[in-house]
């Protein structure tokens, strides 16, 4: 770890916020880091930003698409022409300083994309959310890491609006496409010429928030230095990426997943992506046979949906796809290899890694395992001792690379890291050859169509419905989405159990919190399980299997 006093020396100036190097968690809890790998190493003071458009300078990329859309086609020299401008915007007209956290709201479009790189290149540190969480999430995340500057798309201000209302601290506000003096209107008069701040290798630079099992979101720290170590890994040991490659996918820039899949990796070695707003199993193949896509980035749910429709499309264009953000189903493996002739990439990350860390392809696939750790890292399994186990035996996947558990403080960091390693919240197994295979979850953690979704708070939205009592929420098993959301109900004396209320709390749930956490299936209780001093005992609900009571929907969000 560098030192925070030493980076505070270096940076010396009335003009920086050291905010997130204050609050980094003490040395001795950080997780060991390798940077052995050739390609892993890089120089003390670079910013990121530069390793990923700086060939746009080269005659070789400057005419070259970097991001492709429906609406817009950006060669690599108009990206790094778009992002300067954003920057002059940023340090210009809204004060931004280097280290300032700068939150970012919108879908997957390039204007966001744009942004994400402009507020990196002037030294500041990137704060991606979610599009669909409401004021109150976003607020959480403002207090948390003294956001002060935000940008977001015009379509999505209500609830920013709402939210900024609340947060005084968050300062500045901006939309682009849409409003008066956007951010479009404001960079037609910037230069197109910006030089980088002077960033280190370990200088925050991205936020990535995350909700634990008790619904209180943990802020993850990630350093200029893991921005090129996470595409100098996977991408370039598993994908094999090629400068010809056409990246597009499904995930959102919020999520690391989408954020390395569909932008950085891409512009790491100087192919171009696809970036849509909004996208079905069946506009995604539409748009892979369009744009001629070579790399897509989905969850399993989208591609056991995709394999229905795939036969009757020519996708011969795709060379790999890659499977993320929750378990891989062996028949959904299947059933995309039967449609396409494709082996799909199984991967696991984490957004305190940062990306894929455990992976395999080709020939080195095999079904029902994850794959082997990504070159660059190391795995193994511990027992509830923090002892290595034997091939065999199911336990606590412990990972460890140039990538880590780095908590705002943030107590759990002590949970996270356990001499040296990082312990990502998976039970898995390793077989004899080294193959991880996925167990379960080791946390309350509910994964839903690739969505990570905290059980408690779910619950706290659906406590606030009038005719709710009690109330726990679990992840069931479920072909389609992985899991769904499960809540079981107790109501207030006089309520009375039927599909109407079903689908009131629902819609309810729907307006408090993020619409894809709401409780896909209820079952009403008379009671809840609990210990003799009153605590859930979710274990059994898990056991517990569905009765007449249970009233389930399962429609699409």
Known sequence: MADISAHQALHQTAHLDTFTHAHLPPAELWPERNFALPELQYPEQFNCVDAFLDKALDTQFANKPAILSTELRWTYAELLTQVNRIAHVLTQELGVLPGNRV?????????????????????????????????????????????????????LKAEMEEAQAMHPELRQLIFYRGGEHSLESRMATMPAEFTSFASYADDVCLIGFTSGTTGTPKATMHFHRDMLAICDCFPRSVLNVRESDIFIGTPPLAFTFGLGGLLLFPLRYGATTVLSEKLTPETLLQAIMRYQATVCFTAPTFYRQMALLAKDMDLRCLRETVSAGEMLPISTRQAWQEATGLRMIDGIGATEMLHIFISAAGDEVRPGATGKPVRGYQACILDADGQEVPPGVVGRLAVKGPTGCRYLADERQRNYVYQGWNLTGDAYEMDGDG???????????????????AGPEVEDAILLHPAVAECAVIGVADEQRGQLVKAFIVLRAGQEASEQLVKAIQEFVKQSIAPYKYPRAIEFRASLPRTETGKLQRFRL????????????QSGL
Do not use: Q, W
């Open 435 to 453: 193959y991880f295979y996925y167990r379960a979850r080791t946390d309350d953690m509910i994964i839903s169509a690739g969505y990570n979704i």
């Open 103 to 155: 939150l970012l709201r919108g879908t997957n479009h390039a204007m966001l994309a744009a942004s994400f790189l402009a507020v990196l290149k002037v030294g500041a540190v990137a704060v991606p959310t979610m599009p669909l969480l409401r004021a109150k999430e976003l607020g959480v995340m403002i207090d948390k890491a003294r956001i002060s500057h935000a940008i977001c798309d015009f379509h």
């Open 542 to 553: 898990r056991e517990t299997p569905a009765t007449i009571l249970s009233a389930a929907l």
